[in-house]
């Protein structure tokens, strides 16, 4: 079983920095794959970035490259994503997902609004 519980969503101005975290339990979740998705009122869930462990690479959606960065500390069991220069249509809520072949587990989600 594997349990994703995100923090540090929050209200911030256009322009801001948020910092999530996402800590994961389970005994093999430190080599498992992690990442963001988000959705936003009256939209479906959209990839945000990830961490392919095996394939040692990261990726980012377009809307957020260059602002956004993902982050793994193995050893801690967690992905952190630090967000730069926020804007008002990153506002949404924000899911963690990790899994041993892509994203198949998920957290509950934390609220990121993004004031103009």
């Known amino acids: 079983q594997v349990q994703l519980v995100e923090s540090g969503g929050g209200l911030v101005q256009t322009g801001g920095s948020l910092r999530l975290a996402c800590a994961a339990s389970g005994r093999t979740v430190d080599s498992y794959d992690m990442g963001w998705f988000r959705q936003a009122p009256g939209k479906g869930r959209e990839f945000v970035t990830a961490i392919y462990w095996r394939r040692n690479n990261t990726y980012y959606a377009d809307s957020v490259k260059g602002r956004f960065t993902i982050s793994r500390d193995g050893a801690k069991k967690m992905a952190n994503l630090q967000m730069n220069d926020l804007k008002p249509e990153d506002t949404a809520v924000y899911y963690c997902?990790?899994?041993?072949?892509?994203?198949?587990?998920w957290g509950q989600g934390t609220q990121v609004t993004v004031s103009s």
């Open positions: 997902g990790a899994g041993p072949f892509g994203l198949n587990f």
